[in-house]
């Protein structure tokens, strides 16, 4: 803790001694100036002046047993003597109040803590019945809450406002969100279950993986995604942090579209962000890389890297298994359709940019791709909807047990 102390006070510790020793320096000249006609004997120049005022105030012997006899010499050798006093008292002091903060920044973290674990364990109970029976129906008991909104967590938990925003900044585990729902803005955090510096990466060995790089710009499509990988038993890989879209310059990272200055930081995350990929998408492997799209007609919309306005499936430049696109095809168009919404074929969307990360899946595993725009207005339903279309889009691109891509 002192250590700590003196670290985060060396800035102060520097200046404080560079004011004082600079003055001392310029006091014994002065010294020098006024005291030298008087007494050459004891102040015969400048830097035996400084050495005096050096040897008795500053230092524990005190050899020198000469003093100022002029009047002026006088108050100054008051001026020096409480300089003497200044060089140590102003360091121990600076040191204290760094030792105090040390103390105050380690109860902050202490609580902090304790603050974090209560959310943790909030974000584990459902209560509602209908809630808990659905997830429980569809094997998701374990998943978390998609959402826990600050009222609940100031009324019913205790915890104030300034609290919330501070566990947010401290812990990496928690998003806090203003989500417009029903037209009214509400506050809130979202529970992130991160082991990469970018966010998720879950391999279980399964020929599928789905890819969700929008989490950290589109509430709650991380969970909706992560509960599609659960149901599925696929491999999931989601971007929680880094945007271009991001307010925090640390974060204006683009993983996307790889437009993002390249600094060691960057290079870093694009590196290990690849390896992943890389190490759980294979040749005779299948990609479902969701992409959040704007509320309108279409429930979702599928990309297979053709031209915007080209209604068909074949040939798909990312995806080779026709017969397996065409069947995945056929359940989303009765999923939209039971929902009177719609399924589009690349009919807003279309081919992405050469920078774009699809490119890198396609090119560098050889996996069968699909680029699925999913309508984020189902992300904003009620829980027993928005757990209900989960469901519905997991159905969609289960593979049976024991089967792999043809």
């Given at each position: 803790m002192i250590i700590n102390a003196i670290k985060n006070k060396q800035r102060e510790l520097l200046i404080s001694l560079a004011i004082v020793i600079g003055l001392l320096i310029v006091a014994s000249m002065f010294m020098y100036l006024l005291e030298h006609s008087a007494q050459p004997e004891a102040f015969p120049s400048m830097l035996s002046s400084l050495w005096w005022g050096i040897d008795k105030y500053l230092t524990p012997l005190g050899i020198s047993s000469a003093n100022p006899i002029t009047p002026f010499g006088k108050v100054l050798g008051i001026f020096i003597a409480v300089l003497g006093v200044g060089l140590f008292a102003l360091p121990a002091g600076i040191i204290a109040s760094g030792f105090i903060e040390e103390i105050d920044l380690i109860k902050e973290k202490k609580r902090m803590m304790a603050i974090e674990e209560k959310l943790k364990y909030a974000f584990t109970i459902e209560y509602f019945v209908p809630v808990k029976n659905v997830k429980k129906n569809l094997g998701l008991s374990h998943l978390p809450r998609k959402w826990l909104s600050a009222n609940d967590i100031q009324y019913k938990m205790g915890i104030s406002m300034e609290e919330i925003v501070r566990v947010s900044d401290y812990s990496s585990n928690f998003r806090l969100r203003n989500v417009?729902?029903?037209?009214?803005?509400?506050?809130?955090?979202?529970?992130?279950?991160?082991?990469?510096?970018?966010?998720?990466?879950?391999?279980?060995?399964?020929?599928?993986?789905?890819?969700?790089?929008?989490?950290?710009?589109?509430?709650?499509?991380?969970?909706?995604?992560?509960?599609?990988?659960?149901?599925?038993?696929?491999?999931?890989?989601?971007?929680?942090?880094?945007?271009?879209?991001?307010?925090?310059?640390?974060?204006?990272?683009?993983?996307?579209?790889?437009?993002h200055s390249q600094t060691r930081e960057s290079i870093a995350i694009t590196e290990q962000l690849q390896l992943d990929i890389k190490s759980m998408v294979h040749k005779d492997g299948l990609c479902i890389f969701f992409v959040n799209a704007a509320s309108n007609d279409f429930l979702m919309q599928f990309n297979v890297g053709l031209e915007k306005g080209n209604e068909t499936l074949h040939p798909a430049p990312f995806f080779?298994?026709?017969?397996?696109?065409?069947?995945?095809?056929?359940?989303?168009?009765?999923?939209?359709?039971?929902?009177?919404?719609?399924?589009?074929?690349?009919?807003?969307?279309?081919?992405?940019?050469?920078?774009?990360?699809?490119?890198?899946?396609?090119?560098?595993?050889?996996?069968?791709?699909?680029m699925l725009h999913v309508n984020c207005g189902i992300l904003k339903l009620k829980a027993i909807d928005y757990y209900q279309y989960m469901a519905e889009f997991a159905e969609i691109f289960k593979i049976p047990e024991g089967a792999t891509n043809p």
């Open positions: 417009k729902l029903d037209g009214d803005d509400s506050i809130g955090l979202e529970l992130i279950q991160s082991n990469r510096s970018y966010g998720q990466c879950v391999s279980k060995g399964s020929p599928i993986t789905i890819i969700n790089m929008y989490p950290a710009i589109q509430p709650y499509f991380g969970h909706f995604t992560k509960g599609i990988s659960e149901i599925v038993g696929a491999n999931y890989i989601s971007n929680e942090v880094y945007s271009s879209l991001s307010l925090l310059p640390e974060n204006a990272i683009d993983l996307v579209n790889g437009g080779a298994n026709i017969a397996l696109l065409e069947s995945w095809r056929q359940s989303a168009e009765r999923v939209s359709s039971a929902h009177n919404l719609k399924l589009g074929i690349h009919t807003t969307v279309g081919r992405p940019a050469e920078s774009h990360l699809a490119h890198f899946i396609k090119q560098e595993t050889g996996c069968d791709l699909l």
